[in-house]
C-alpha cells in the first residue's frame, strides 16, 4: 500500500471523527440507585449495600403502634360484646338522663335486721341482677338502713371458720358468732353488722340527673340506691351498671365515645399498685387479703407473677354449702379450676373468662371485657411492643404484694378436692404475661367525669375507708412483712 495514500486516509479519519457526535452512553437514572449527574467510574462497582443508603425510610417506620399478634388472637377469641343502642336515649345528651331511667324496681330484694345470715344468704343468691340484698328494719319499712353483700358473706365465712382476724374490740364477738354458728343456732344480720366493713350507704333521688351519679361513682363508691320522694327504694345502680349504659349508648355521647379508640398507656387510667396471691398459696389467704384490704377481688398469679386467674368475692357463692368447706384447705389455683367447672356447667361449654388486658389495649377493648364479664378490674399485664416505632413497656415496674402461703392454718374437717394441675399447664398461664397494674371501673368512671369537665373527689378515700381498721390484729402483720414480700421489677 502506497503510504502517502495511508497517511491521507488517517488524517481523514481523524478530522471525522473530531466532528462526529460520540457514540450513545446510558447514563445514570434519576432513582435513589443513580443520580444523575454522578460520573460512573467502570473500575469501581458500587456494591448493593452502598446502592441501599439512598433509599427512603420504610414506612414501617411511620405506622402506628399496631395489635400483636397476641392481641389479634386474642380479640378473635373473645370479641367484644355486642353494642345495643336503646332508641329512648338517641339524639339526647347524658347530662340529660335521669337515674331512675337506668335501674329497675326488679333489682330491689329485701331482708329485715333479724332476718338469719342463713336466710339473707339464700336471698343473695337469688338476686343475681345486682349482687345486694337491702337491709330494712322491718318488713313494715321501705326505708334502708344496711346492705348484704358478698363482701359481708366472705366476712362471715371467715369468722364461722375461725379464720378471720378480728380487731381487739371484736374478739369477743367474733367467738360467740362462731360458736353459734357451730351449735346451727340461728344469727340475725343484726348480730353481725359490726363484722361487716361497709361503704357509705349513698341514695340519690330518682329524677337527679346522670351527673350527679358519675362524680359519685367516679369518686369510688360501688353502689348507689335510687328512691323516690318518699325515700323508698326503687332501684339500685352500681358502677358496672352505668359503665354498660355508656358503652351501650356511647355512639350518642361524643365526648366519651371519643375515648374508646385510645390505648390504656395513653389515656393515663390504672394503677401500678397491685395486691395479689400466689396460685399455691391456700384459699384462705385470698379470702382474708380481699377482707381485710377490701377488695371485691384479688389477681391469682404464678412464681413468674404471670396471671392465671382472678378470684372474686362473689365466687363465695361456691363456700355456701357445708360439703364445700373443705376447698378453703386448698390452693388457690384449685378454687379457680372449681370456678370455671361451675361456669362450664352453667354455660354448658368450657369457659376461661379472661381478666387481663395491656397497655396497648384500647379503651374500648377494656371496657368491652368488664361488661362482658361483669367485673370490677381488669390485669393490666406486660406486653411486647406492637411495632418498631413504639417504647416497650417501661421497664419500672409496679409493687406487687403477693402473700406467702401460711406456715399455720386452721385445721378444717373434711376430705381435699382432687388435685389439679400445676398453674402452667392451665390455658391462662400462656395467654396472659407478667403482671405490672390494675384498671378498675372507678379508674374509668373517674377519667370519663374529668373528661367532661366534672370533679370527681379522690378515690383513695373510699379505698382506704373500704380497708379494715389499722386496730385489726392483722393489719400490723400485712405491713410489717409487705417491705419483704413486695417484688419490684
Not at 454522578?38 to 448493593?48: K, L, P, T
Request: with cysteine; net charge neutral.
Amino acid at each position: 500500500m502506497d503510504p502517502n495514500a495511508a497517511n491521507s486516509r488517517v488524517g481523514r479519519d481523524s478530522k471525522e471523527a473530531s466532528i462526529s457526535p460520540p457514540p450513545p452512553q446510558r447514563t445514570g437514572s434519576a432513582s435513589s440507585l443513580h443520580k444523575s449527574g454522578h460520573v460512573i467510574n467502570h473500575s469501581h462497582r458500587s456494591s448493593f449495600a452502598e446502592n441501599l443508603r439512598g433509599l427512603p425510610p420504610s414506612p414501617r417506620n411511620q405506622r402506628h403502634p399496631s395489635f400483636t399478634q397476641a392481641a389479634i388472637q386474642e380479640l378473635l377469641n373473645h370479641p367484644p360484646a355486642p353494642r345495643q343502642h336503646n332508641p329512648r336515649f338517641a339524639g339526647r345528651d347524658w347530662r340529660d338522663v335521669a337515674v331512675g331511667e337506668l335501674v329497675s324496681k326488679d333489682d330491689v330484694s329485701w331482708v329485715e335486721l333479724d332476718t338469719s345470715v342463713e336466710d339473707a344468704t339464700m336471698a343473695l343468691l337469688k338476686n343475681t341482677s345486682s349482687n345486694v340484698v337491702i337491709v330494712r328494719e322491718d318488713a313494715t319499712s321501705s326505708i334502708p338502713v344496711s346492705t348484704f353483700d358478698y363482701n359481708d358473706l366472705n366476712a362471715y365465712i371467715l369468722v364461722v371458720v375461725g379464720l378471720a382476724h378480728p380487731p381487739e374490740d371484736l374478739v369477743e364477738l367474733y367467738d360467740t358468732v362462731a360458736k353459734k354458728a357451730q351449735a346451727r343456732i340461728s344469727i340475725p344480720l343484726r348480730d353481725v353488722q359490726p363484722i361487716f366493713r361497709k361503704e357509705s350507704l349513698v341514695t340519690l333521688q330518682g329524677d337527679e340527673d346522670l351527673v350527679k351519679a358519675i362524680e359519685i361513682f367516679g369518686s369510688g363508691v360501688h353502689r348507689v340506691l335510687i328512691t323516690n320522694h318518699n325515700g323508698e327504694v326503687i332501684g339500685i345502680l352500681s358502677q358496672l351498671k352505668v359503665l354498660e349504659f355508656f358503652w351501650n349508648e356511647g355512639v350518642n355521647f361524643r365526648v366519651i365515645d371519643d375515648l374508646y379508640p385510645k390505648l390504656l398507656r395513653d389515656v393515663g387510667v390504672g394503677s401500678q399498685q397491685i395486691i395479689a396471691v400466689n396460685a399455691d398459696s391456700p384459699l384462705t389467704e385470698a379470702l382474708n387479703l380481699m377482707n381485710q384490704e377490701g377488695l371485691s377481688s384479688v389477681a391469682v398469679v404464678d412464681n413468674g407473677l404471670n396471671v392465671v386467674g382472678n378470684i372474686s368475692t362473689a365466687d363465695v357463692r361456691l363456700l355456701t354449702n357445708a360439703t364445700s368447706l373443705p376447698l378453703l384447705q386448698n390452693s388457690c389455683m384449685h378454687f379457680i379450676s372449681v370456678i370455671l367447672t361451675e361456669k362450664g356447667v352453667e354455660k354448658g361449654k368450657d369457659s376461661f373468662p379472661v381478666f387481663y388486658v395491656n397497655p396497648y389495649s384500647t379503651l374500648a377493648h377494656t371496657v368491652a371485657k368488664l361488661v362482658a364479664t361483669h367485673s370490677h378490674r381488669m390485669w393490666i399485664v406486660e406486653s411486647a411492643s406492637p411495632s418498631p416505632s413504639a417504647p416497650g413497656t417501661p421497664s419500672l415496674g409496679p409493687t406487687v404484694f403477693v402473700p406467702t402461703p401460711s406456715s399455720s392454718q386452721t385445721s378444717l374437717t373434711g376430705s381435699h378436692f382432687p388435685s389439679v394441675p400445676p398453674a402452667s399447664t392451665l390455658p391462662g398461664s400462656h395467654l396472659s404475661g407478667r403482671l405490672i397494674g390494675v384498671v378498675t371501673l372507678t379508674d374509668i368512671l373517674n377519667l370519663f367525669a374529668r373528661s367532661t369537665g366534672l370533679n370527681p373527689a379522690d378515690p383513695s378515700e373510699q379505698r382506704a375507708r373500704r380497708r379494715r381498721s389499722s386496730s385489726s390484729s392483722v393489719r400490723p402483720s400485712i405491713e410489717s412483712s409487705r417491705a419483704s414480700l413486695d417484688i419490684r421489677r
